[in-house]
């Protein structure tokens, strides 16, 4: 058997007709026909039931349905590969980050980054780290800048961007215009927290715990700016980190003097698989990148 046999039995295998499939792969419906039939010869038993109305895989084509998809993701992985070292200055980047970070820095990096890589284009998804984990597991993306908890199996990381956190209150607080505070005084108000899948959850628990209580949950928000606009609406007060453009008109910022309250944000790869070209370039460039300027979020 070759790779057009398996990619002929994968095509029909999905669309089920063989007038469609042979459409599809620009051949005609005899040819496609004759290639069938001399794959189940030579596997031993046939592939497909046929119907009224097209064909459907019985159970043996299923078993080999499953391992036709990976070997042909293996060749075209492979072709990839070879190409990518043809190639090391093309490429597509599949990025994902967090929210906070689209504004200006993954922009501003991307834009750093294109200045002497211009063939490299990017897919970009912006998401909650658990998200972002779910797409390195999965190798949706390349490349992860969101908040790990934990080190994490087949996953390496690297600081980039350090955020302090900032107690907001609603401008009618008592603690409105404080200049910086201790986490405690505010161990007995309702706080607007995190969704329990973002990452930001996990932090602010975790620096409550450290000033000696559990945060009091009024409501949960999704993102920064939602979770501010609560503070704004007098629903509670939150630990967020600084957003450029923050509606300031009703909410007061405060600093904490401790615990120490700051959000690390990773940038995370896979560290079993292949690397192509183009990621590692960029890979390379955001480290040098953190280590000359030392971002700050």
């Given at each position: 058997m070759d790779w057009h046999q398996l990619k002929y039995f994968q095509t029909l295998a999905n669309i089920g007709n063989f007038t469609r499939a042979s459409v599809e792969l620009v051949l005609s419906q005899p040819a496609l026909s004759r290639s069938i039939s001399r794959l189940e010869e030579e596997i031993g038993v046939p592939l497909f039931e046929r119907k009224s109305r097209g064909v459907?895989?019985?159970?043996?084509?299923?078993?080999?349905?499953?391992?036709?998809?990976?070997?042909?993701?293996?060749?075209?992985?492979?072709?990839?590969?070879?190409n990518d070292l043809i190639n090391p200055l093309h490429g597509t980047i599949s990025l994902a980050f967090i929210q906070t970070l689209g504004s200006s820095f993954v922009p501003e990096l991307i834009s750093a980054f294109?200045?002497?890589?211009?063939?490299?284009?990017?897919?970009?998804?912006?998401?909650?780290?658990?998200?972002?984990?779910?797409?390195?597991?999965?190798?949706?993306?390349d490349i992860g800048f969101c908040s790990p908890q934990e080190p994490l199996e087949n996953l390496s990381?690297?600081?980039?961007?350090?955020?302090?956190?900032?107690?907001?209150?609603?401008?009618?607080?008592r603690l409105a215009g404080t200049d910086e505070i201790d986490l405690c005084e505010v161990a007995n108000d309702?706080?607007?927290?995190?969704?329990?899948?973002?990452?930001?959850?996990?932090?602010i628990e975790r620096l409550c715990h450290e000033a000696g209580f559990h945060p009091k949950m009024a409501f949960e928000g999704f993102e920064e700016r939602i979770v501010a606009g609560l503070v704004g609406?007098?629903?509670?007060?939150?630990?967020?980190?600084?957003?450029?453009?923050?509606?300031?008109?009703?909410?007061?910022?405060?600093?904490?003097?401790?615990?120490?309250?700051?959000?690390?944000?990773?940038?995370?790869?896979r560290t079993n698989g292949y690397m192509?070209?183009?990621?590692?370039?960029f890979k390379t460039f955001v480290e040098k990148t953190i280590q000359s300027s030392e971002y700050e979020g």
């Amino acid at each position: 058997m070759d790779w057009h046999q398996l990619k002929y039995f994968q095509t029909l295998a999905n669309i089920g007709n063989f007038t469609r499939a042979s459409v599809e792969l620009v051949l005609s419906q005899p040819a496609l026909s004759r290639s069938i039939s001399r794959l189940e010869e030579e596997i031993g038993v046939p592939l497909f039931e046929r119907k009224s109305r097209g064909v459907i895989l019985n159970k043996y084509g299923e078993i080999f349905l499953q391992h036709a998809n990976r070997a042909l993701s293996e060749i075209d992985a492979a072709k990839q590969e070879i190409n990518d070292l043809i190639n090391p200055l093309h490429g597509t980047i599949s990025l994902a980050f967090i929210q906070t970070l689209g504004s200006s820095f993954v922009p501003e990096l991307i834009s750093a980054f294109q200045k002497e890589a211009s063939g490299i284009n990017f897919q970009l998804y912006q998401h909650a780290t658990s998200k972002i984990l779910s797409q390195l597991a999965s190798t949706e993306i390349d490349i992860g800048f969101c908040s790990p908890q934990e080190p994490l199996e087949n996953l390496s990381s690297i600081p980039i961007v350090k955020n302090e956190l900032f107690l907001i209150v609603p401008v009618n607080h008592r603690l409105a215009g404080t200049d910086e505070i201790d986490l405690c005084e505010v161990a007995n108000d309702p706080f607007v927290l995190f969704k329990p899948e973002t990452a930001m959850h996990d932090v602010i628990e975790r620096l409550c715990h450290e000033a000696g209580f559990h945060p009091k949950m009024a409501f949960e928000g999704f993102e920064e700016r939602i979770v501010a606009g609560l503070v704004g609406a007098k629903f509670g007060v939150a630990l967020i980190p600084f957003i450029p453009g923050l509606d300031k008109k009703k909410i007061s910022l405060i600093r904490i003097r401790k615990p120490q309250s700051v959000r690390v944000i990773q940038m995370v790869w896979r560290t079993n698989g292949y690397m192509p070209p183009a990621v590692e370039r960029f890979k390379t460039f955001v480290e040098k990148t953190i280590q000359s300027s030392e971002y700050e979020g």
